[in-house]
């Protein structure tokens, strides 16, 4: 199963599933890999009492052919399109010819438990990394964020949690560009903005613009 490594810089490869365990490598960021297990038993992350922050742990083989265990906290799984939750954020169709290539639009989702805990308590932070997948070349491709109102993580993401529901609203594409719509509500109202997608050097950017925030929800 592919899948990607997002993180704040870079994650340790461990020999056991287990944060004592030896490091035998690492990898960084926007790098991907292929799921091969994980583990039944959850982990606790940090000291709250909170469903969504236990994960399993992962293993995973990197490009460099290091196999070993990751933090469900920093592996996301590559969703199959138009299926559950993909279907849920991505509202219009996701393949399409983009740079003299053929592509399809992605997300990842990591190992957590979601936005809810088992008593319903919301609290959890949830978010999908946009991926291009290039058909051609059969690579996966993140995409850099250049001013997302909604988020400040390097690449850019669909909110999916407690206060904000992000999702896809259309695609239009021409030779060179591509540009989302992302439509969303929140706890207070609705928002949209665009996103312009583009080539740089060989990456992928993604520079939104056109925000709009509608206030529609008033409490006493």
Request: glycine residues 8%.
């Amino acid at each position: 199963m592919p899948g990607i490594i997002f993180c704040e810089y870079r994650v340790n490869i461990r020999e056991m599933p287990d944060t004592r365990s030896k490091s035998i490598g690492y990898v960084t960021t926007g790098n991907f890999v292929s799921i091969l297990d994980s583990t039944k038993e959850k982990f606790k992350i940090g000291t709250e009492e909170v469903f969504c922050k236990e994960f399993p742990f992962v293993k995973v083989k990197s490009d460099e052919g290091i196999s070993g265990w990751v933090s469900g906290q920093f592996v996301f799984k590559i969703l199959e399109p138009h299926r559950s939750k993909a279907k849920d954020l991505i509202n219009t169709i996701s393949d399409f010819n983009f740079c003299n290539h053929e592509y399809q639009l992605l997300l990842g989702q990591n190992f957590g438990k979601g936005s809810f805990d088992e008593d319903g308590i919301t609290g959890c932070e949830d978010f999908y990394p946009l991926i291009l997948f290039d058909r051609n070349d059969k690579r996966y491709f993140l995409i850099e964020n250049d001013g997302n109102p909604n988020s400040t993580r390097k690449y850019c993401v669909i909110i999916d949690d407690e206060g904000t529901f992000e999702y896809i609203k259309n695609i239009k594409v021409d030779a060179d560009t591509m540009q989302l719509k992302i439509e969303g509500t929140y706890q207070e109202g609705s928002f949209s903005y665009k996103t312009k997608i583009f080539t740089n050097n060989e990456e992928f950017v993604g520079k939104s613009f056109d925000y709009i925030r509608k206030d529609e929800y008033y409490f006493a």
